[in-house]
Every structure is written in C-alpha cells, then in structure tokens.
C-alpha cells in the first residue's frame, strides 16, 4: 500500500481544528483512570470516542452521559477520564506491487514532544524499518524512500506492529495501517490476527485506497475489533483523514467499572456502550472496543 502517502501517518499525531466541545462542569480528581483497554483485578477500561455527525470529536461529556453493558448488564461505571496524553503510534503501511502506482508527499508533524512512532512496512514479508523511538524524523525519511512491489503481508505487518507497540511506556497505543486491504502472502491467519488484536491495548486505524474494494472487509473488521475505525480513502483526503485520526487518538473518554465478580476463566465478553447525549445536543455517535478478554489465573 502506499508509503509516501504514509507520511499521513504520523501526520495523524498532529492536532485538527474541527471539534465540538460541550461546557464540562469541573470533575473531582478521584474519578480519573490510565487508559489501559484491558481487564485487570480491579477494572475493566473501556477507551471510547464520540463524534457528530461530520465526525468531528466531542470533548467535555461527563459520566452521566454514558452507560455500559458487559455481556448485557449494566454495570456501575466507577472510573471516569477524558486527558491529552502522549500516544504512541505504529505506522503500518502497505508497499507491495497492487498499490505501487499510489504516491504523493506529506510533511510530518508532531504535537507531544513526548509521543513514540514506529515504523512497520511490509510487501511479501513485515518489516521493522524504525523500532520504536522518540520523534519522527528517521520515520519521515523511511517512508519518503521506499521501494515498492511484491506480494501483500497484511496480517503479519498487522502483528509485527502490534508487539512493538508493547514496548511503549506509553497508555494511549494506536496502530495506522494504511493499505488496500488485499492479503495473499501472510503466515499469520486472519482468526489468529483477531485473536492477537482481542488481547491488544491498542486501538487500530485502518485507511482503505480502492484499488479493490473487494478487499476492505479485512481493514473494515480489524478497526472495529479494536475500537478503532475504517476510513475509505482517496489521495486528496489524506490530509483531512490525518487530521480526524489525530482528534479521535487524543480525544477519547475512559470509562471504568469494577472487575469484581468476574470469573477469571480468559472468556470472551462483549461491550455495549449507550451514549446520552445532553439536552439540545445533535445526534451523537460512540465507538469502542465490542469486546475484552476476562484475565486467567
């Protein structure tokens, strides 16, 4: 998939300025939680991100504004949190034969000095072109100079992204695969994929270029699997993408509700989240992780 039109991908750790920002009353400081989307032996986190109907992020909802389910009942959400924290982002991008034809150039922008990238380029095989580091610039030079072609790796560029990203500090994780979705030449098979990103922190965006639309259900299903998102794209939208991408990673609520009573048997629950919107407000839309995995003793 495309590289030089990659350079999105850390673009999407820059700061958009479409938001809508509803008045927040003051929020006591116990209510506040770490953002790590997973089950341990006090809570359940649950990372969520509303937006409008331009998809641009909402800030400023409090917890009365939401409601969660776990395996259909409603649990007491006891951990509230909405922060700006550094993130960590994995640029994973598709270089292989079927989107050669795609290039352009963006530049590459920061807004944390403390965010970490990544770099993950795969064709026939993954390739881990930058390790995890601070600062973008040798990840700005790998993907303006790429070779393309090949056959499509997308499952394994998946996972090798994946487990670099635990070597983060970092709470807020974030995986960018920028591809046409087309997958021939992986080890890894696709339950295997959604096995590894069920037990993941972090949230997978996916953006989708039409060289065969056939292929986006496999973009389409890791991104909601995750809690990310899906994003068909076209050259010209790049920008606007990264940009969206950058609101919703920084923008994102954390809900929390006790883990007691859980059996700890490493079963499979499903999450729903009913979001109520204050009085006035427009429609609102809320995505989050469908599901987490009980711990195991």
């Avoid at 034969?97 to 095989?125: E, H, Q």
């Avoid at 390790?131 to 790998?142: D, F, I, Q, S």
């Avoid at 068909?232 to 939208?237: N, S």
């Avoid at 919703?248 to 859980?262: H, K, M, P, Q, T």
């Amino acid at each position: 998939m495309t590289c030089n039109c990659l350079g999105l991908a850390l673009l999407a750790l820059s700061i958009a300025r479409a938001q809508v920002a509803v008045e927040p009353r003051p929020k006591p400081a116990e209510h506040t939680a770490r953002p790590n989307l997973r089950a341990d032996t006090n809570l359940v986190l649950v990372p969520i991100t509303v937006v409008d109907r331009l998809n641009h992020p909402v800030t400023g909802l409090e917890q009365e504004n939401f409601r969660i389910f776990d395996d259909g009942v409603e649990r007491t959400i006891t951990a509230f949190a909405m922060e700006d924290e550094p993130v960590a982002l994995g640029l994973i991008f598709d270089h292989s034969g079927s989107v050669a034809g795609i290039r352009t150039r963006m530049f590459l922008k920061t807004s944390n000095p403390d965010d970490d990238y990544f770099l993950v380029g795969f064709a026939s095989r993954p390739e881990l072109t930058v390790p995890l580091t601070n600062g973008n610039a040798e990840v700005k030079y790998r993907v303006l100079n790429t070779k393309w072609g090949g056959s499509t790796a997308l499952n394994d560029g998946v996972i090798l992204g994946l487990n670099e990203l635990k070597k983060s500090r970092l709470s807020r994780k974030a995986l960018l695969v920028v591809s046409d979705g087309g997958e021939n030449n992986s080890r890894y098979s696709h339950r295997e994929l959604e096995r590894i990103v069920e037990e993941s922190d972090a949230l997978i965006y996916t953006i989708g270029f039409p060289s065969d639309q056939a292929n986006f259900p496999l973009l389409k299903s890791m991104a909601e699997l995750s809690g990310g998102r899906f994003i068909p794209a076209q050259l010209p939208d790049m920008g606007d993408i990264a940009a969206k991408v950058a609101l919703e990673l920084r923008n994102r609520y954390v809900l929390g509700f006790a883990a007691d009573g859980i059996p700890r048997d490493g079963k499979l629950h499903n999450l729903r989240v009913q979001l109520i919107p204050p009085h006035g407000m427009p429609p609102l839309k809320a995505s989050w992780r469908h599901t987490y995995r009980a711990p195991e003793n």
